[in-house]
């Protein structure tokens, strides 16, 4: 069975600053990895997927993630926080033998001023 | 483009009423999902459909919650009798394939309310 693990509840980090959200997963086969941004009352909004290749991505709203794969982890992040990055963030992952897509529990991102 | 399209936003009935979701995927998309999210969790899969065909429903419960994709373009997801616990987001999704690297679009969702 896949899985994904997101091991922090909530990141604060000061606007300016660089920010990392955790995610590490588990599957039987190669991974296939989404991060995703939820705001309030909205549904979830796709940020950037690893496929295969460049270990670093770069997503929308300056977000890129490090897939690492010794470590079976694909944090997300970003070099200089906004408010506006104020958010629910979510990872997912989709085994290459299995076609459902599973989501971690989220973390809230919050950027102070 | 237009996006995946739900309707209602909002819904609120009382334990042991029936109620239905709609949804309408991007154009082209094979692969539809519905997937529950109660508060402060992720997104749970209900139910995955490619085409008119369901290739996932083992977290459907199935004794109250049903689905289908009508002609494999616009779905409808039914709950009936409601339990108080099924008080949640239902988002549906959809992807031009339900494999590998094809990333799922999410409508805004439909917020239950069973009271």
């Known amino acids: 069975a896949q899985s994904v693990a997101q091991p922090e509840d909530q990141v604060n980090v000061a606007e300016g600053n660089p920010l990392t959200v955790k995610c590490t997963y588990s599957?039987?086969?190669?991974?296939?990895l989404f991060w995703y941004v939820q705001y309030p009352n909205r549904g979830l909004q796709f940020l950037l997927k690893?496929?295969?290749?460049?270990?670093l991505v770069k997503g929308s709203y300056g977000f890129e993630a490090e897939f690492n794969k010794s470590q079976t982890s694909f944090h997300l992040k970003k070099p200089s926080a906004l408010v506006s990055d104020s958010a629910l963030y979510f990872c997912?992952?989709?085994?290459?033998?299995?076609?459902?897509?599973?989501f971690g529990k989220g973390t809230m991102l919050l950027v102070s001023p | 483009e237009a996006g995946v399209a739900q309707s209602p936003r909002y819904k609120i009935i009382e334990k042991r009423q029936s109620v239905a979701f709609w949804c309408n995927p991007i154009?082209?998309?094979?692969?539809l999902y519905w997937y529950q999210q109660i508060l402060g969790q992720g997104p749970k899969l209900l139910i995955q459909?490619?085409?008119?065909?369901?290739?996932?429903d083992s977290q459907l419960p199935k004794d109250r919650f049903s689905a289908e994709r009508l002609k494999g373009v616009d779905s409808t997801l039914k709950i009936q009798p409601a339990k108080l616990e099924d008080s949640a987001v239902y988002l549906c999704?959809?992807?031009?394939?339900?494999?590998?690297?094809?990333?799922?679009?999410f409508g805004q969702g439909t917020r239950l309310t069973v009271v």
């Open positions: 999704a959809s992807s031009q394939l339900g494999t590998g690297g094809s990333e799922a679009f």
């Open positions: 599957v039987s086969g190669n991974p296939y």
């Open positions: 690893y496929i295969t290749g460049d270990n």
């Open positions: 997912a992952v989709r085994d290459d033998g299995y076609s459902t897509l599973t």
């Open positions: 154009s082209g998309h094979a692969t």
């Open positions: 459909f490619q085409n008119n065909g369901v290739v996932d």
